[in-house]
């Protein structure tokens, strides 16, 4: 296990660039950027559980009482080609652009994402805004929620915070809400060209034809619990980290990763069913490197910047986002407008 350090500052202090970090750290990380290729075999075993899985519920060949399980087992499965996919586009099982495509359009599928769309999103436009204004995944400032009414529904209805359990909502259809929401407005935002934006409509119109004939071939109830309820798994389980990874951070001014982000540890299975994908400050800071050397990444940084480095439990994080606010009043303050109160960023 994992020892998790969460140091809560008085004050704040002054913001480092990624560049910073990464200039100190180099030289000492001579093995972080080797692609972990073995990760290629999660993909024949997450597709080998979820294609036995389907036929299990399928054809009836378990008990009834049996069926929900494997739906929570397909879920995981679903998620985890999700974390491959995500480490796979960032260029760090292989280097091929092919190969990664491919990875990305198996590992994106239960979402019927397109790998297009989530390069430029994700890989583009998020890592390079953590936190920042414009930042795609960011909750917004206390004047964006005044100023634009889909801000306040986000946040009133589905956000996880306020001690509100209908956020909830934020775990189980996020990432299908918000990929949906980025497709949308992809080109208005400008991340993709008019021609990109059509092809990652295309993509995404594959992959919603690829369920829906899986669903007139099994017929209405199978189909539920072998894409529907493991579809709200997935997104949980990748909720749970994406969620954690900033919206308890300060907003900043410049790309700072130890700032903007924050690290979530977990149990060895689950950091390896996930791919390590809690260790977010380190791969801010590298973002091409495979998690699997995150660990060498974080003893370093735990070394030479104690008091900025943050981490903390998954659990425990989930709780502070729970309790917590999801409207940026300053920099350093989240607050609920409904109630008036206010919570500290770490």
């Not at 679903?78 to 590992?107: D, P, S, W």
């Not at 956000?159 to 909502?169: I, K, P």
């Not at 259809?173 to 990929?179: D, K, N, P, R, W």
Request: proline share 6%; with cysteine; aromatic share 10%.
């Amino acid at each position: 296990m994992i020892r998790a350090q969460y140091i809560e500052q008085p004050e704040r202090l002054p913001l480092l660039s990624r560049a910073t970090y990464v200039r100190a750290l180099r030289a000492d990380l001579p093995e972080v950027f080797a692609r972990a290729r073995s990760r290629l075999a999660f993909v024949p075993a997450h597709l080998a559980i979820i294609t036995t899985a389907a036929f299990a519920i399928t054809l009836g060949w378990v008990p009834w009482f049996v069926v929900p399980l494997l739906s929570l087992v397909i879920g995981a499965s679903f998620a985890g080609l999700t974390f491959i996919a995500h480490e796979a586009m960032h260029g760090g099982i292989v280097r091929n652009k092919g190969v990664q495509y491919v990875l990305g359009c198996l590992g994106f599928l239960p979402f019927a994402v397109s790998p297009r769309l989530w390069t430029a999103w994700h890989n583009g436009d998020h890592h390079a805004r953590a936190n920042l204004p414009d930042d795609p995944d960011a909750y917004p400032t206390l004047e964006a929620y005044h100023a634009r009414a889909g801000a306040r529904f986000a946040v009133n209805s589905f956000s996880l915070g306020g001690e509100r359990f209908r956020g909830v909502l934020s775990l189980i259809l996020g990432f299908t809400v918000q990929s949906t929401a980025q497709l949308v407005f992809a080109r208005s935002s400008g991340i993709l060209t008019a021609k990109q934006h059509r092809h990652a409509i295309a993509e995404t119109i594959a992959g919603v034809a690829f369920w829906a004939v899986i669903a007139a071939l099994v017929g209405f109830v199978p189909f539920l619990f072998i894409f529907g309820v493991p579809l709200l798994v997935a997104n949980a389980c990748v909720m749970a980290f994406i969620l954690t990874n900033h919206s308890l951070s300060p907003r900043v001014s410049i790309n700072d990763p130890l700032a903007s982000g924050l690290t979530v540890t977990t149990s060895r299975i689950v950091e390896w069913l996930t791919l390590g994908f809690g260790f977010h400050v380190e791969h801010h800071l590298f973002p091409a490197m495979s998690s699997r050397h995150a660990p060498a990444v974080r003893a370093l940084l735990l070394e030479r910047w104690p008091d900025r480095y943050r981490s903390m439990p998954l659990g425990e994080a989930l709780g502070r986002l729970h309790r917590s606010a999801r409207v940026y009043k300053t920099a350093t303050t989240l607050f609920d407008p409904r109630t008036g109160s206010e919570h500290a960023t770490l």
